[in-house]
């Protein structure tokens, strides 16, 4: 319920606060004196876009907010949905700033306006005279049927088992699209597979061939030269190693001479020892060089097989060639175990579609069972409101599954006696759509929940016994529900619980809209001027005392 409502700088508003009343509120004014430029403030509070046009004075910001009570609606699970502070009063406001920034808060913690949309759905139902394009719409007309059947049971039931069936046909459409493709590449992954596998590839082996390829190519020069060396170490009277042994003999002379040579003499018998190992390694070494050229033209023919695919693929080592060979093998599994996995996916499929299928049959039904109670009591209730002849029917068609369901509805409607009922966007005058929407307002009032309903000159087009008997049902509805009626009839202004009044001041240098609540001697003299004009007579004023007290 809408405690109160103020609004700042928007439009032709500069200030501007009421507080409706727990039922049935009624507003009146001049026309253009700023009626529905307050359903436009109202909006901004259910989400709508804005823009800094709306400024009435273009260097402050508009300020619109709204007070709640929301206590007995159970909104805490979606407050704890977006992890916002849950309290039974709550308070929504939107900020216009002169620079165009749009803001929203909801208990003063900044909101999405996503959020604001879903929230403000939930506690206002605002109806103009020229909204007719929502009831003609289809998705409108279907929750028109699922709140009049309360097919809420059936439809969470549908809706959880068509996320089922979608999916299940995801994961096999991309299974599907996947065997395609790697039948494409089936064969041509095999051939790289197998020529990779020939080679069985040895981690680190690269370098290593590579080094014993280069011994090959030399051996018989390296043989020559480490041959040369061990020549020039060896001779027996004018090799190194004999040179050598007469040094040492030198330093051992010297040591006894005097012992400061002998850091010399250990120094020189390192360098002997080290030079003895050094001729031992090259023997060694001349011993495991061999002349093989059969080896040899193996191991050029492994490292050209690897140097071609290593360019094939564009890489530069064994190991990655080895991922490579890694990653063909898990696809040319895939697609050998492809159709195992395409045979669960269709089965899967089958089984969630035909969940689906079971439960949107039941959904159907359900809405189904609720066409005929629905148009019988939507035509009373015409009949009510000067529309004895109306019809309305419900025509159903089967769809493709979606969200919704299996079907889709539209409703038929004739105002006229032997009439066909047609799609309502075609046949239905502004005075038959605002009495059409107005019953279907009442007769869904309970059924959705709605905490505030705000009419806008719904009573367009009517008038006298008519306009009493939708007044009477406001006041049914505003027993359930807060009701906010903005009205140019005197016989439907009288009915409200409070009466407020919307007028222009001229008395500044802008004018601006200003609202009052009338009391009780006010609201006689508004309702006399409704009757009869500025300067009403003394029966208007009586008229209008007549049309509070009955």
């Not at 003609?136 to 049971?153: F, I, M, N, P, R």
């Not at 969470?156 to 996947?178: C, G, I």
């Amino acid at each position: 319920m809408l405690k109160s409502l103020s609004i700042s700088n928007y439009a032709l508003i500069d200030q501007l606060h009421m507080q409706p009343a727990k039922g049935l509120s009624m507003i009146t004014g001049e026309t253009g004196a700023g009626k529905s430029i307050m359903l436009g403030a109202v909006g901004l509070l259910l989400g709508n876009r804005s823009d800094t046009k709306v400024l009435l004075h273009e260097d402050k910001k508009c300020v619109v907010e709204g007070i709640f009570e929301i206590g007995e609606y159970g909104l805490k699970g979606l407050f704890e949905q977006q992890e916002l502070d849950y309290e039974d009063t709550c308070i929504i406001r939107r900020e216009i700033s002169p620079g165009g920034k749009s803001r929203s808060f909801v208990n003063d913690t900044p909101v999405l306006l996503d959020f604001l949309k879903v929230l403000g759905a939930k506690l206002m139902d605002v109806h103009s005279q020229h909204d007719t394009l929502q009831l003609g719409e289809g998705a409108y007309q279907l929750a028109l049927v699922d709140a009049y059947a309360q097919t809420a049971k059936e439809l969470s039931a549908y809706q959880r088992a068509y996320r089922a069936f979608r999916k299940a046909k995801t994961t096999y459409e991309e299974l599907r699209q996947k065997a395609i493709e790697l039948q494409k590449e089936a064969d041509f992954n095999q051939f790289q597979l197998d020529e990779l596998s020939a080679l069985a590839l040895v981690a680190g082996e690269q370098p290593e061939l590579e080094s014993t390829q280069e011994v090959l190519e030399n051996a018989e020069e390296i043989k020559l030269k480490i041959n040369e060396m061990l020549a020039l170490f060896q001779e027996e009277q004018y090799g190194v190693l004999q040179g050598m042994a007469q040094i040492q003999h030198g330093m051992q002379g010297l040591e006894r001479l005097a012992h400061k040579f002998s850091e010399l003499k250990e120094r020189f018998q390192s360098a002997l020892i080290e030079m003895k190992d050094l001729v031992d390694s090259l023997a060694t070494e001349e011993s495991l060089v061999e002349i093989d050229f059969e080896k040899l033209d193996q191991i050029r023919d492994r490292l050209s097989k690897i140097y071609q695919l290593q360019k094939k693929h564009g890489v530069t080592s064994v190991e990655e060639l080895m991922k490579i060979e890694s990653e063909l093998a898990d696809k040319v599994f895939q697609f050998q175990n492809l159709d195992e996995s395409l045979l669960a996916a269709e089965k899967v499929l089958k089984e969630t579609q035909a969940e689906m299928l079971d439960a949107g049959n039941k959904l159907t039904e359900r809405r189904k069972s609720c066409f005929a109670p629905f148009e019988k009591e939507l035509q009373s209730l015409l009949a009510g409101l000067g529309m004895e002849n109306a019809r309305i029917l419900i025509e159903l068609k089967a769809v493709a599954p979606s969200q919704s369901g299996l079907d889709e509805v539209e409703l038929l409607f004739s105002a006229n006696k032997g009439g066909t009922p047609q799609a309502l966007k075609k046949v239905a005058s502004g005075g038959e759509f605002s009495r059409l929407l107005f019953a279907i307002k009442y007769l869904m009032a309970d059924k959705m929940a709605l905490p505030t309903l705000i009419f806008d000159e719904i009573d367009t087009g009517i008038s006298g016994e008519v306009a009493l008997q939708m007044v009477r049902m406001m006041k049914e509805i505003a027993g359930r529900h807060q009701v906010i009626c903005i009205t140019h009839l005197p016989q439907v202004a009288a009915k409200g619980e409070q009466h407020y009044f919307v007028y222009k001041d001229n008395s500044s240098e802008k004018t601006v809209s200003k609202i009052r609540l009338l009391a009780e001697e006010d609201r006689v003299a508004e309702l006399a001027k409704m009757i009869a004009g500025a300067n009403p007579s003394a029966s208007a004023v009586e008229s209008a005392r007549e049309l509070l007290l009955n």
